[in-house]
């Protein structure tokens, strides 16, 4: 029952083409509009309304490293998005296969909400 | 067939410059009421309905500034990854029964999530790009927060299609009726949930947090780049509440003809985009942790049971 035409997808390209198109635009027009007075101070970071420099304000330079608590999330997400790769085609064809391919999916998902059981017990999903 | 594609990029490309600007209007008119102020009242003369045109005259005419520190070509391609998804994601909803959709692809379900999913990515470019301690964090706050809330989004989608059997837009609505929405109710939460952290709107808003991260990831944007990383925000709400009333409240279906099937659709998209509006005046936002918590251990949850509820009973019917 596929019924996908050629248009379908050339009018995807075209779109893809046109969004790239009107930011460019946008951005032309802007070009046109604008005043550039480009100085020193404009070119420095924002960063909180502080000056960056370690000299003036004391807030250290504008790369710092940060603790990176999210790693775990990560890892999780993983797991979890090869199986929505494949709940979809599954999804749209399991009616034919009736009960068993219901059962195999299960088995699947099964598993997998295993895994997040066990990170939930281990206490991975706490915030520390 | 080049006429009718040209007809439809044109449309689409009109209701993605169009809708997000009423939405912004209802936007700053609504949440002005529901905290007992005005809002804008002078541009346009009638209750300042011109406010937004006027921000982005304004906008087309500041400096382009670029700090010095930055990665300045992903820094300057960051609002164009944000903006040209969510375009293409309007391509795909269908407004009415039959023709009236950009592009009929029978996977377009899988498309559209996979589409909303470069937000991601978007976020991690500016933040990243822009040598501020503070859009480095907001970025990922936004990087953790988008990846998983991915997954509760992904799962309710699911449900949608195992509950109609196709992964075309189209034929959800058409394989759509009343009982849904009380069988599909828990998936039409989780999505429109997760929705939300997707385009980081309140109270999902920690990767901006103004109030501890300056502007989180976009704070050292100025200017036209600035606007179309908002205008990314806007389209952003039109496309999840565009989303939820095409998978879960039936789309064009309602009372009357079906030739008006499309008011429909953008009546029901029009009210959930309220419901955002409403969700931004009415919450505090959510802790960092607490967005995690919410994720993990209630939507996706939720989700899986639902999948598995969805599946029973499809196979039952």
Request: hydrophobic share 10%; glycine share 12%; proline share 11%.
């Given at each position: 029952m596929d019924s996908s035409r050629l248009s379908d997808y050339a009018v995807f390209g075209v779109l893809l083409l046109a969004g790239f198109a009107f930011v460019a635009a946008a951005m032309a027009a802007n070009r046109v509009l604008r005043p550039s007075a480009p100085s020193a101070a404009k070119g420095?970071?924002?960063?909180?309304?502080?000056?960056?420099d370690p000299g003036a304000g004391h807030v250290g330079r504008d790369w710092a490293q940060v603790q990176i608590r999210y790693y775990v999330y990560a890892f999780l997400f993983v797991l979890f998005a090869v199986e929505a790769v494949f709940l979809f085609p599954w999804a749209t064809v399991f009616r034919e296969f009736g009960a068993p391919a219901a059962a195999e999916m299960g088995l699947f998902v099964g598993v997998l909400a295993l895994g997040l059981a066990y990170a939930w017990r281990k206490g991975v999903l706490r915030w520390r | 067939m080049a006429l009718e594609i040209a007809v439809k990029a044109v449309a689409v490309l009109a209701a993605f410059l169009v809708l997000p600007l009423v939405v912004g209007q209802t936007e700053h008119k609504l949440m002005a009421h529901m905290q007992g102020r005005l809002g804008p009242m002078h541009a346009g003369r009638f209750h300042g309905w011109a406010q937004l045109i006027a921000d982005g005259v304004k906008f087309a005419q500041k400096e382009d500034l670029v700090p010095d520190a930055a990665d300045k070509p992903v820094f300057k391609l960051a609002p164009a990854v944000a903006l040209v998804p969510y375009l293409l994601v309007i391509l795909f909803i269908p407004l009415g029964p039959g023709d009236l959709v950009g592009s009929g692809l029978d996977m377009g379900l899988f498309i559209v999530i996979a589409l909303v999913g470069i937000g991601v990515l978007a976020v991690l470019m500016a933040g990243w790009s822009s040598a501020n301690k503070y859009t480095l964090l907001g970025a990922l706050r936004g990087a953790a927060q988008l990846m998983a809330y991915e997954l509760p989004l992904v799962l309710a989608a699911a449900s949608v299609a195992v509950a109609a059997g196709t992964l075309s837009l189209t034929g959800i609505v058409e394989a759509w009726n009343p009982w849904w929405l009380l069988w599909q109710a828990p998936a039409m939460f989780v999505f429109f949930t997760a929705g939300l952290a997707e385009i980081r709107r309140p109270p999902f808003d920690a990767p901006i947090a103004d109030s501890e991260l300056v502007f989180g990831y976009l704070t050292e944007y100025a200017g036209l780049r600035f606007a179309l990383l908002l205008l990314a925000e806007y389209v952003g709400i039109v496309v999840i509440a565009a989303l939820t009333a095409v998978l879960f409240l039936g789309g064009w279906k309602g009372p009357g003809p079906e030739s008006l099937g499309w008011l429909w659709t953008l009546l029901k998209t029009g009210a959930l985009a309220a419901v955002v509006i409403w969700l931004r005046v009415a919450w505090p936002r959510l802790r960092v942790d607490q967005i995690q918590a919410l994720c993990w251990k209630g939507l996706v949850p939720i989700a899986l049971a639902q999948l598995v509820l969805t599946t029973a009973v499809a196979l039952a019917i």
């Open positions: 420095e970071n924002y960063e909180c309304g502080v000056d960056p | -």
